[in-house]
Structure formats: structure tokens, C-alpha cells
Nanobody, 125 residues
Framework: QVQLVESGGGLVQAGGSLRLSCAAS?????????MGWFRQAPGKEREFVAG????????MYTDSVKGRFAISRDNAKNTLYLQMNSLKPEDTAVYFC?????????????????WGQGTQVTVSS
């Protein structure tokens, strides 16, 4: 069964913004002590983008998006978000919502046991 469903991707011009959402099952969302976003461009390895703890207080980002992207989590709505501002062509990728039910460092893809289907983000120059 699909546990995480991303939405909000699309085509945007460089400098524009997008807000990605990740909806999760209410029965499992509370077990996700760590959630985040990865992205993968064609022919490239999956890359960590951002992570967030259950409380939403602690967040982390890969250096290339720090200051431009903001991850947040609304536990009442069982939803994870990624606000992406000042988008660049190099941000073009499929973005995946991920979740882990155990405490992990949060930057490696093998640390997450649950993955969404991905949503395409394309940034034109």
C-alpha cells in the first residue's frame, strides 16, 4: 500500500517557487520519527535534500539548497512540506518524500524504510 504521496511538482522558471506536499496515512505518520526529501536527476545518484524530526524543531539541509528551501511538518494534517524558493535549473529532478520509523542520521537513502512515488520538478533557465 502507498504510504506517502507527493504532490506540488511542476514546471517553473528559474527564480520561481514551488511548494511540495507529502500526504501520509494517519495511522503511520506518528511512527515517522524522521522524514525528509531526496531528489534524483536522470543519470544521477539519489541526493539528500532536507530532513526533519518528529517535533519539527530540528531540520537539516544539503548545502546547495540551504537558505532557499524550507522543510516543515504538520503532524495534525499528516503532511510534510518542502517550500522551494529561488529555484535553479540544477534543482530539476524527481523529488521523493521519505520516512523512517527509527532514529537515524537522516542523510542516507538506506536509512529510510518508506518512500513516496516521486513528483517531478523542472526548472527552466
Amino acid at each position: 500500500q502507498v504510504q506517502l504521496v507527493e504532490s506540488g511538482g511542476g514546471l517553473v522558471q528559474a527564480g520561481g517557487s514551488l511548494r511540495l506536499s507529502c500526504a501520509a496515512s494517519g495511522r503511520t505518520f506518528s511512527t515517522y520519527v524522521m522524514m525528509g526529501w531526496f531528489r534524483q536527476a536522470p543519470g544521477k545518484e539519489r541526493e539528500f535534500v532536507a530532513g526533519i524530526t518528529r517535533s519539527g524543531i530540528n531540520t537539516m539541509y544539503t548545502d546547495s539548497v540551504k537558505g532557499r528551501f524550507a522543510i516543515s511538518r504538520d503532524n495534525a494534517k499528516n503532511t510534510l512540506y518542502l517550500q522551494m524558493n529561488s529555484l535553479k535549473p540544477e534543482d530539476t529532478a524527481v523529488y521523493f518524500c521519505v520516512a523512517s520509523s527509527r532514529v537515524v542520521g537522516g542523510r542516507r537513502p538506506d536509512e529510510y524504510n518508506t518512500w513516496g512515488q516521486g513528483t517531478q520538478v523542472t526548472v527552466s533557465s
